[in-house]
């Protein structure tokens, strides 16, 4: 096999009914063994298992493909690709099904992609780095890395989340203030396009300016899942890494954690109470989220959900192998509490790095449930102004749902190290992010769920048309967190586009990324990047 057949292999198919079966014939520069390999395993509608397919984390969202495709390796994800082209079906792809929005389970769909057997982890010793299936879950990625080399990616707290839109998305987690976002350790990715005669090809694309597939590379640095084609695999290794031994590759994660939770009374929280703990909280982060801080080490994830959910809780880890670790918590929590009189509790653990990172720290209210997200960067703590809204809101009797509000999380540190045009993640300079957040059961529900959220979010940012404008305060949102409100005259009033609030200055690359890599606009959805023009 060639080098141009290594990085290029052109598999088709020739145009089948709607019905037919995947091909087996191959055109292209395909070897004997994987012309032999068997096709995807195809589902349809009849099929028992197709119900448990075409569902995702958001039970509001629930899709009617004509067919699934369970793939499991490459050479499987292009012929998927090359069929739905041929055919003219549109094709979306999905890995762990937990995309917030309806860009994978739509009815307007006809073949889904499915990714989650194609979930490996491993050294790839020919190109020095790690290799990562997208189907893989986070939890799996965690587990491989640090039990067979000792190493870890920066990325997500939910083990079940699917690498494959995590990292496309930049992906960022509790390590991430210390060792940067999941894509600044993106070495390569391996993708299935399609060219501008409809045939999907299998490209690599990595991190080497002389790359003449470079910009296909920086595309998967945060510009999302479902824009340029479908992606295979990821190599990831830190860009200072010089050694060619695996363990010294990507970022080793400490031994031991402080696992702490903070839980606060929320029916003795005044509204002045509230004001100081939140204040307190956005003030410590703008004091200690620079690069390099004794805290890098420290990531919280703040959970503020209606008063009927009783507590407030705070989950905080933080670098458990620091000689000064017990007094960094104490005076991080000190500082949280300074003025608050509220009574709280405290429990305090230390873990085993990897025990620590397998418990999700997110709240169990989507799975199988109907949900709403939407976000926002915070460039600097809230002003009392919103500190306000978000009490009233949260306190409110009009609404009635224990598991509406905030989850505020920590940011910054050596994130805020990269420039925000070396990769497609623009926002490098904010302190947290902040994710608005309901769900709820009843189908007959959805109206005043989703009027809630939506007019808490707009009241937040008021000042700017209704969404989160990148100024003083703000810095847009964060395509993982996708919310097609944004793109929506009714709630986005600020004159500013959707595509700004995600992607900012890096949107018109992103196009002249989409031009040449997706030219007929195969793979799109309500917020993809938009062909140029």
Known sequence: MTDQSRRKLLLGAAVLPVAAAVPTVLRGTATAAEAAEPPATVVTPADRRYADLVIGSNARFVATPRQVHVVASAAQVVRSVQYAVDAGLKVVVRSGGHCSEDFVHSPSNQVVIDLSELNETGYDPARGAFFVEPGAGLGEVYR???????????????????????????????????????????????????????????????????????????????????????????????????????????????????????????????????????????????????????????????????????????????????????????DYLAALNDGVGVPFTHDVRRDPWLMSSLLSRTPDTFSGTRAKVKASYLRKAMPDRQLDIGYDRLT?????????????????????????????????????????????????????HLRWIREFYREMHADTGGVPVPGELHDGSYINYADVDLADPAWNTSGVPWSTLY????????????????????FNHALSVRLPG
């Open 144 to 330: 491989t890395l640090y039990k067979k080399w000792g190493v870890t990616v920066p990325a997500g707290l939910t083990p079940t989340v699917g690498a494959g839109g995590h990292v496309s998305g930049g992906g960022y987690g509790r390590w991430s203030r210390l060792h940067g976002s999941s894509v600044d350790h993106l070495h390569a990715v391996e993708v299935v396009v399609v060219d501008a005669s409809g045939r999907a090809e299998l490209v690599t694309a990595s991190r080497r300016p002389s790359d003449p597939n470079h910009d296909l590379w920086w595309a998967h640095t945060g510009g999302g899942g479902g824009n340029f084609g479908v992606v295979t695999k990821y190599w990831f290794r830190s860009p200072d890494a010089t050694s060619n031994d695996p363990t010294a590759l990507l970022p080793s994660p400490p031994a031991t954690v402080l696992d702490s939770l903070v839980r606060w009374s929320w029916p003795d929280m005044t509204r002045d109470a509230f004001r100081r703990l939140l204040r307190n909280h956005g003030r410590w982060h703008e004091r200690n989220s620079a690069p390099g801080s004794p805290y890098a080490g420290l990531y919280s994830l703040f959970t503020v959900l209606r008063k009927q959910s009783g507590v407030l809780d705070l989950n905080t880890t933080l670098d458990g192998t620091r000689p000064d670790a017990d007094r960094l918590l104490a």
């Open 396 to 448: 409110g009797t009009d609404y009635d749902n224990p598991v509406g509000g905030w989850l505020i999380t920590s940011y910054g540190g050596a994130v805020n190290t990269v420039p925000p045009t070396a990769t497609a993640l623009a926002q490098r300079d904010s302190i947290n992010k902040i994710v608005y957040m309901t769900s709820w059961t009843d189908p007959a529900e959805d109206a005043g």
């Open 503 to 522: 992607y900012k200055g890096n949107y018109p690359r992103l196009q002249r990324v989409k031009a040449r890599w997706d030219p007929r606009d195969v």
